[in-house]
C-alpha cells in the first residue's frame, strides 16, 4: 500500500504562483510514475503532467511555460510548480503514483485563482 500526501493548494490571485508537493510512502517496491492530473468544477479529471523515474515528461499543453513538475527520487516526492496562474486553473489537483504497477492517488488539493 501507498499513502500519499499532498500539500500546497490554496487561494491565490490571478498571476501568482503556488507550489504543490506530493509525498509518498509505505510498503512498496519501486514508483515508476509519479505525477498530478486536475480535475476542474463541472469537467473530468485531466492530466497536468506526470514524470517516470526514467526521466520522460508527458504534460498538458496548458502547462508549458507556466508550469513545472519535479520529482525527487530519493524523498519518493514530487512536485508542481505554478507560476501565471488563471481563473480557468482554478480545480482539485490530485497527485498520482503507480508504484509496483498500481495507480494510488491522493486525497486532492484545491486551488482557486480569483481575485
Known amino acids: 500500500q501507498v499513502q500519499l500526501v499532498e500539500s500546497g493548494g490554496g487561494l491565490v490571485q490571478p498571476g501568482g504562483s503556488l507550489r504543490l508537493s506530493c509525498a509518498a510512502s509505505?510498503?512498496?517496491?519501486?514508483?515508476?510514475?509519479m505525477g498530478w492530473y486536475r480535475q476542474a468544477p463541472g469537467k473530468q479529471r485531466e492530466l497536468v503532467a506526470t514524470f517516470t523515474s526514467g526521466g520522460s515528461l508527458k504534460s498538458a499543453d496548458f502547462v508549458k511555460g507556466r508550469f513545472t513538475i519535479s520529482r525527487d527520487n530519493a524523498k519518493n516526492t514530487v512536485y508542481l510548480q505554478m507560476s501565471s496562474l488563471k481563473p480557468e486553473d482554478t480545480a482539485v489537483y490530485y497527485c498520482?503514483?503507480?508504484?509496483?504497477?498500481?495507480?494510488?492517488w491522493g486525497q486532492g488539493t484545491r486551488v482557486t485563482v480569483s481575485s
Open positions: 509505505g510498503r512498496f517496491f519501486s514508483i515508476s510514475v
Open positions: 498520482n503514483v503507480r508504484a509496483d504497477q498500481y495507480d494510488y
